[in-house]
């Protein structure tokens, strides 16, 4: 009988060459609130797919997305609390079931720190607290999972903070501030094939990029041109690559739509 599962175990098995056709991006864009991660999120996501209606947004953001629904007509899934893994996955598999091609998880942040999310049921826990996180850290590790191993393009927004580190200075722990942090589990961006930074003038930076399409580039602004460009990167032959040119500046954001006060 051991013999014959084995055997089955083996008959799964798979070699293949590699495709890069077979990639679908997984994208992180952080930044502050205000700093138009989700008009920079859609945006691009437009620019992978090239038709709206092939867009979902799951909205935590009491519903941000539909301020920007002068840009086409994608789709909305609003996700209320309780924010825990499952409800994430719950409407990642929606979204599949639709045949979204590209799926905008905004924000993730609430997954981290929102009502029923991983800090809140930690918190309510009784015993002992690091072992709490042994039963926590695989119903994260759930989510993540999901986000990797889903057949569309996936965009995750992640607000920062500003993040400080404590110094010793005569006899004294002064605060310094060391950057932005971004609200999520630590090490998320390892997982993201990219990552862009945005700052409060709507302009992005790589700070993870497996593509090499953004690496050592100066700051740009997100839109529609950048969403081509990974596409690009996701389809193009891995034995007929060619150097990407220079990203233009102002690439194709509208900083002049965004409603003011609204963006996220």
């Not at 993201?192 to 953004?214: C, N, W």
């Not at 041109?225 to 034995?239: Q, S, Y």
Request: aromatic share 10%; charged share 25%.
């Amino acid at each position: 009988m051991g013999e014959l599962r084995l055997l089955f175990y083996f008959t799964i098995m798979e070699i293949r060459k590699s495709e890069r056709k077979k990639a679908k991006i997984k994208l992180a864009i952080q930044g502050p609130s205000g700093s138009g991660k989700t008009y920079s999120a859609l945006k691009v996501a437009y620019g992978l797919c090239g038709n709206w209606d092939k867009i979902t947004v799951i909205d935590t953001e009491n519903q941000s997305a539909d301020l920007y629904s002068h840009l086409g007509e994608y789709n909305v899934l609003p996700l209320d609390a309780p924010y825990s893994p499952t409800r994430y996955i719950e409407a990642i598999k929606m979204c599949e079931q639709v045949g979204s091609e590209v799926i905008i998880i905004d924000s993730t942040s609430q997954e981290w720190e929102g009502i029923g999310g991983i800090l809140n049921q930690h918190s309510l826990m009784g015993g002992n607290s690091f072992t709490n996180w042994n039963k926590m850290t695989p119903k994260h590790n759930a989510f993540i999972n999901a986000v990797l191993k889903s057949p569309a393009h996936v965009i995750l927004t992640v607000r920062t903070k500003q993040d400080y580190v404590l110094n010793e200075k005569n006899g004294k722990f002064i605060p310094q501030k060391v950057g932005m942090k971004g609200i999520t589990r630590e090490g998320l961006d390892y997982e993201m094939t990219l990552v862009f930074e945005i700052d409060m003038k709507h302009y992005a930076t790589a700070t993870k990029d497996r593509t090499g399409v953004f690496t050592g580039k100066p700051e740009f602004m997100l839109g529609e041109k950048v969403g081509a460009r990974i596409l690009k990167w996701c389809n193009e032959d891995l034995g007929k690559s060619k150097p990407e040119p220079q990203l233009e500046a102002a690439g194709s954001f509208e900083p002049n739509k965004f409603p003011n006060g609204t963006s996220h």
